[in-house]
Nanobody
Framework: QVQLVESGGGLVQAGGSLRLSCAAS????????MGWFRQAPGKEREFVAT????????DYADSVKGRFTISRDNAKNTMYLQMNNLKPEDTAVYYC?????????????????WGQGTQVTVSS
């Protein structure tokens, strides 16, 4: 069982930055691939970025590539999403998710555990 808690969301102007954190419970965090997903009002949940259990492999949606960076610190049981040059279309609730495997996945159905979400609002 893994419990995930996101933090770091907020209101920011376009062009600004935010850093999201996802703190995980348990002693097996390093065995889980992790991901960030987001859901805007009236839209489906979508893949943002994922990272393998070791942190050696990352994957990004085209819409955030070059602006967002996913990382993890297995010693601290924490995953991060550094978001730079934010745009109004990045406005959404951001969720972190854990998958009991080395490799991550772009599909939300592949993930076993989810956090409660943190709101990110980017004003124009």
């Amino acid at each position: 069982q893994v419990q995930l808690v996101e933090s770091g969301g907020g209101l920011v102007q376009a062009g600004g930055s935010l850093r999201l954190s996802c703190a995980a419970s348990g002693r097996t965090f390093s065995t889980y691939a992790m991901g960030w997903f987001r859901q805007a009002p009236g839209k489906e949940r979508e893949f943002v970025a994922t990272i393998s259990s070791s942190g050696g492999r990352t994957d990004y949606a085209d819409s955030v590539k070059g602006r967002f960076t996913i990382s993890r610190d297995n010693a601290k049981n924490t995953m991060y999403l550094q978001m730079n040059n934010l745009k109004p279309e990045d406005t959404a609730v951001y969720y972190c998710a854990a998958r009991g495997a080395y490799y991550s996945s772009r599909s939300s159905n592949a993930y076993d555990y989810w956090g409660q979400g943190t709101q990110v609002t980017v004003s124009s």
